[in-house]
């Protein structure tokens, strides 16, 4: 079986590795896509350090087709096609346990969302992250509605899709994107308006300003809201981030970290009924090395997604 894996500090190559079993209360998925994510450059580059264990299978955003059953496992069947919610039961994956740049995927049963029919098996695996987390800290977090004025940091892989899902949720949209060559795929998707940088967007009195890009982008994000207003932090772009202390008062911070299988199956459903269509580009599994560097580079418009298998 053939798996991604992070050595060590900075250290990402593909490996042989023996074949999975799933346990009690999990299944084994044959990996169908895989989407890749600024956060596993940031594993690997900053985090390998913190992982329990060496040689780890990298991927958190994953979706296939159930292969085997641990005992136990119920409502479940061979050939059920599934994502994975990353931030579930099962410790962070290419973290804390093996991720899903591989053949094969252990999950449990109670961290897994149905894709419904229809669904292509790319878009299924960028919901399960990409999707999941833009949506949780947009909607679920930031709450995003009618009549609210929403700020969104960042238009990549995460960015896209929180703006679509608070457009359609009927708030006002702007959009904060240093590269001008996505502005009109932002537009596109209707936001009201686009700027280079949030900081254009001191005192102008947002209800919320969500941070997909973490690029020490929070100060921006404060000065936009109100008093009253909420700033939600998602971005993992660097490590820390600074801010002055009395721009924060009177204002509500929040820090999202990933979602819920609700989540997921929700975006699902947005992406079914092509409410939300992200842009994303297809790359093969020998590609994973590859398209990290580009990820990491700053080069990759929307989001990666490594088709594996048949």
């Known amino acids: 079986m053939r798996a991604w894996q992070c050595e060590g500090l900075g250290k990402f190559q593909l490996n042989e590795v023996e074949e999975l079993t799933p346990g009690p209360g999990e299944v084994l998925i044959e990996m169908k896509a895989a989407g890749l994510c600024h956060s596993d450059v940031m594993y690997i580059n900053y985090g390998a350090d913190h992982m329990p264990f060496h040689p780890m299978t990298q991927g958190h955003e994953n979706a296939g087709v159930i292969c085997a059953l641990g005992e136990g496992v119920e409502g479940w069947e061979i050939g059920d096609a599934v994502g994975v919610c990353s931030s579930g039961v099962r410790p962070p994956l290419g973290m804390f346990t093996h991720g899903g740049f591989a053949d094969k995927l252990v999950a449990n049963v109670e961290d897994l969302a149905r894709v419904p029919e229809g669904l292509d098996f790319a878009l299924a695996a960028l919901a399960t992250d990409a999707g999941m987390t833009s949506y949780h800290a947009i909607i679920k977090e930031g ?9 969104v940091i960042g238009f990549g892989g995460l960015g896209q899709i929180g703006a679509k899902a608070a457009i359609v949720a009927g708030a006002e949209v702007h959009v904060a994107e240093f590269k001008e060559d996505v502005w009109p795929l932002a537009r596109e998707a209707g936001a009201t308006s686009v700027v280079k940088s949030a900081e254009e967007w001191a005192g102008q009195n947002f209800d919320l300003v969500v941070d997909y890009a973490g690029f020490n982008t929070m100060q921006a994000a404060i000065n936009a809201v109100h008093r009253g207003g909420t700033v939600v932090s998602v971005g993992l772009g660097e490590p820390t981030f600074t801010c ?29 009924k092509k409410e ?35």
Not at 260 to 271: K, M, R, S
């Open 143 to 151: 709450k995003a509605g009618p009549g609210m004025k929403v700020g």
């Open 244 to 272: 002055t202390g009395n721009t924060i008062l009177g204002k509500k911070i929040i820090g999202s970290l990933g979602g819920t299988v609700q989540d997921i199956e929700d975006v699902f459903n947005l992406l079914l």
């Open 276 to 310: 939300i269509t992200p842009v994303y580009t297809e790359i093969s599994f020998d590609e994973i090395g590859e398209g990290l560097e580009k990820l990491k580079n700053n080069q990759v418009t929307g989001r990666l997604v490594a088709r594996i298998g048949n």
